[in-house]
């Protein structure tokens, strides 16, 4: 059960930072073995996120497919030491195929030793997040199939498709769900194989992307995405990270989530444009009028906005938002802002400022047991058990405390006769979905 000393450091500490991102990370039908001999195929919503989440948060231990073009320079021996194996892509230049074999006899090393390979089978992230799953590259199927070649069929090698669902990649304190489907035993298809390769790699890929769009919400086509995902904000039945009714769980959530992509999938344009048209019209006027869904919605249900809870919850928690500030500050004024300046990509913020934030505000924070030990109480043993209750804890009161603050100036300018405006109009558009969309996804 060998693990490179990088990977075995993420893999026992970047949960504490994961879980101080997402508010809640669950996985269902969940691997239990750590070696398996498995190629996971996954989609890739958010970049640098998705291999996280497996690697620190999953009990099999696996090896990252990363492209090429960023496996070079000082963080090669980082991305090497973190299970992370260079793939190369056309676009990479002459010779890609070349020296793919190589890199495939690299992962047919790996799973004789009975690790798992990860490979993000869409092959690229979108800039913007979306619920889709896009077009799966044949590189899972042909590579697992040459390790069989290279083991001469001696092993049992499987492959199966799993999904990371996020309510919102980007958000601080959003959700994430795994979702992973069954598995098949490559094995069972050694003689179709040998009398006709392409034939079984397409078989497999097909099967591949067809089971990774169930592990997801696959919303078919992209100009689609923002009408469903404004559906789910309006119903608050579904993923949106902000307009959802969190007292059901994220499984149910998720399934709704699904039926309604399911149900848009199977409509024709012509029966859904009026509907659009309205949902663009309501949301472009709260953008307009600086109102958010989550006020509107909560006018319709007291007639009113709470300012004061804003208020309260700050003068409450005041003293652990200090600590969150002793504790975070770096990862909020100097890490924050130094990568949205460096990275163009949105996509890209998130994970990088998790990793980075881990590494850098946690060294700081273990420089912080010395004052301790010497100011506060003489044990370093308390000292680490006061980082691991309060260090993270505190810092996620201390966002909430900023965000209180905006929200509390926002909402002070808000007035009662948009509010009223923007609450007919949300009703309106409620009662054309309630008349076209099926009774279960209202």
Known sequence: MKMRYLYLFLRTTLPYSLHVFFKRIKATNAPKETLGRTFFACNHASSFMDPLIPGALSKPIVHFMTRADIY?????????????????????????????????????????????????????????????????KKGIARMAFFTLEQLNWSEKVYIQTMGINYTNPAVFRSEVLMNYGDKICLNDYREAYIENPQVVIKQISDWVEVNMQKQITHVEKNENCQ?????????????????????????????????????????????????????????????????????????????????SKHLIYNILLAPIALLGLLHGWISWFIIKPKIEKAFKRQVFWSSVKVVVSHFATGLYNILLLIPFYFFVYPSILAGLLYLILMAGLSFVVYHKWIENIREFKRKSKIELGVLKEMTEKRTKVLDFIGSTLPEELI
Request: overall charge negative.
């Open 72 to 136: 070079k320079g000082v963080v090669k021996h980082l991305f090497y030491h973190s299970h992370m194996i260079p793939i190369f892509r056309q676009q990479d230049g002459e010779g890609h195929n070349e020296k793919n074999v190589e890199v495939f006899r690299i992962v047919a090393e790996e799973v004789k030793r009975g690790k798992n390979i990860l490979v993000f089978a869409e092959g690229f992230t979108d800039d913007e997040f979306v619920r889709r799953l896009k077009p799966v």
């Open 227 to 307: 009408f469903h995902e404004q559906i789910m904000r309006l119903t608050r039945k579904g993923m949106n990270t902000e307009n959802s009714d969190f007292s059901i769980s994220l499984e149910g959530r998720f399934q709704y989530s699904q039926n309604l992509a399911n149900w848009v999938n199977a409509q024709e344009e012509s029966t859904t444009a009026a509907l659009k048209h309205d949902l663009n019209d309501y949301f472009s006027c709260l953008d307009a009028t600086k109102v958010k869904e989550e006020d509107v919605y909560e006018y319709s249900q007291t007639g009113k906005i709470n300012i």
